[in-house]
């Protein structure tokens, strides 16, 4: 199977390797020249546009940090909904717009093209080692020939229902995270100004009911402050949050906590931690001039 790779970043990377490891043929396009240079050392074949190959590739995968890049990816002159031949997947593994997803599976199918929201967890690491967790939302007839595909890439994968339904299940888990790194800082924190060690408080956590994977994957830049160490860009982050407020609006209220979510990652995005890790929202928590988030 010949596959089309968009965005080599910390995850793209991670996916090029693992679709090559199970001698997939893989193109990859990434605006920086670097990140193609790597993706030719790993076996891939870089080009300057997807355009290029599109009516070669069998499928292609997405790996985009902002909803109008992917966007842009399928509907531009030289988008694949223009150069993809009938019958290619579009697996977009990057975490977007639900209604968007919605309206661009639309048009794929107008041109005979099966588009699938694949966001993906457990990290660039999980990328790396072929591990991600991939929550899939599409055409459940065609499912059968994109779970090969993904099965190269993670080793959870759930298919969740129709076009959007991916994106849903995504940005409902990363409100969750959102919400436990804050709720960690604040514990951190308090433990720590009442004479307790936060990392002793974290390894009781884990023996116990409170117990929770977000602090496998965040735990040693909440518990040493190493934010410049990025698991998650914080900016993502907001971004993710932003979007699950944007679904979820009509039933949320002003004083829910996800508004009080929103608020605080606002905060730190304005503070200028956007480029750090999405932990460094626990700065917030140390700093005697942060407004109340409500």
Not at 205 to 218: E, W
């Amino acid at each position: 199977m010949k596959i089309g790779v968009i965005g080599c970043g910390a995850m793209g990377a991670g996916m090029v390797k693992n679709l090559l490891k199970n001698d997939r043929e893989v193109w990859t396009f990434d605006p920086d020249e670097k990140k193609q240079q790597q993706m030719k050392q790993l076996g891939a074949v870089p080009v300057g546009k997807m355009s290029d190959v599109a009516s070669d590739m069998d499928a292609f995968v997405l790996s985009l940090p902002l909803a109008h890049l992917v966007e842009q990816a399928l509907t531009s002159e030289d988008g694949l909904l223009k150069r993809a031949k009938r019958g290619a997947l579009i697996l977009d593994m990057s975490t977007t717009d639900v209604e968007l997803t919605k309206k661009l599976a639309r048009q794929a199918k107008e041109q005979g093209i099966y588009f699938y929201d694949c966001p993906v967890s457990n990290g660039p690491k999980g990328a790396d080692e072929g591990t991600l967790s991939i929550m899939v939302g599409g055409d459940e007839e065609k499912y059968k020939d994109v779970l090969p595909v993904l099965q190269n890439m993670g080793t959870a994968i759930t298919y969740v229902g129709p076009s959007g339904s991916g994106q849903v299940v995504k940005l409902s888990s990363n409100i969750v995270v959102a919400g436990i790194i804050s709720l960690l800082s604040e514990a951190f924190k308090a433990g720590e100004e009442a004479g307790v060690d936060p990392s002793v408080i974290a390894q009781v956590m884990q023996n116990g009911t409170a117990q929770n994977r977000v602090m496998d994957v965040f735990g040693d830049n909440l518990l040493k402050h190493s934010h410049e160490n990025v698991v998650f860009l914080l900016n993502h982050m907001k971004k993710d949050v932003d979007l699950f407020y944007s679904l979820a609006n009509d039933s949320m209220k002003e004083e829910s906590i996800t508004a009080y979510i929103q608020k605080l990652y606002q905060q730190a995005q304005s503070a200028g931690l956007g480029m750090v890790d999405a932990t460094a929202v626990q700065q917030l928590y140390g700093s005697t001039e942060r407004e109340p988030a409500n």
